[in-house]
């Protein structure tokens, strides 16, 4: 059974930061490039960053340059969003994607709020 768990998500002020987690089970996650996307209240998901499988590129939105970074462990199944200098427009359910040629697999999301 293929699971995306998503953590470490929460409440933040302006300029914190917060390291998300996504706990992958199910599938052979090193073969699969991963990505986290982000959806605000009444916005459309958005793709934030992505990872090739051995983690030698990356690529981010610029509204995140120099205050996200992806990261993973292909040991432990796992990938990364660290998440730095955050402002109140980050504020979205955060979603964890693994993508291999035409198969996608989805988390069910975890919330990050930017207030003071």
């Known amino acids: 059974q293929v699971q995306l768990v998503e953590s470490g998500g929460g409440l933040v002020q302006p300029g914190g930061s917060l390291r998300l987690s996504c706990a992958a089970s199910?599938?052979?996650?090193?073969?699969?490039?991963m990505s986290w996307y982000r959806q605000a209240p009444g916005k459309e998901r958005e793709l934030v960053a992505l990872i090739t499988t051995g983690g030698g590129s990356t690529n981010y939105a610029d509204s995140v340059k120099g205050r996200f970074t992806i990261s993973r462990d292909n040991a432990k199944n796992t990938a990364y969003l660290q998440i730095n200098r955050l402002k109140p427009e980050d504020t979205a359910v955060y979603y964890c994607?693994?993508?291999?040629?035409?198969?996608?697999?989805w988390g069910q999301g975890t919330q990050v709020t930017v207030s003071s």
């Open positions: 994607n693994a993508a291999l040629l035409g198969l996608r697999y």
């Open positions: 199910g599938f052979t996650f090193s073969n699969y490039a």
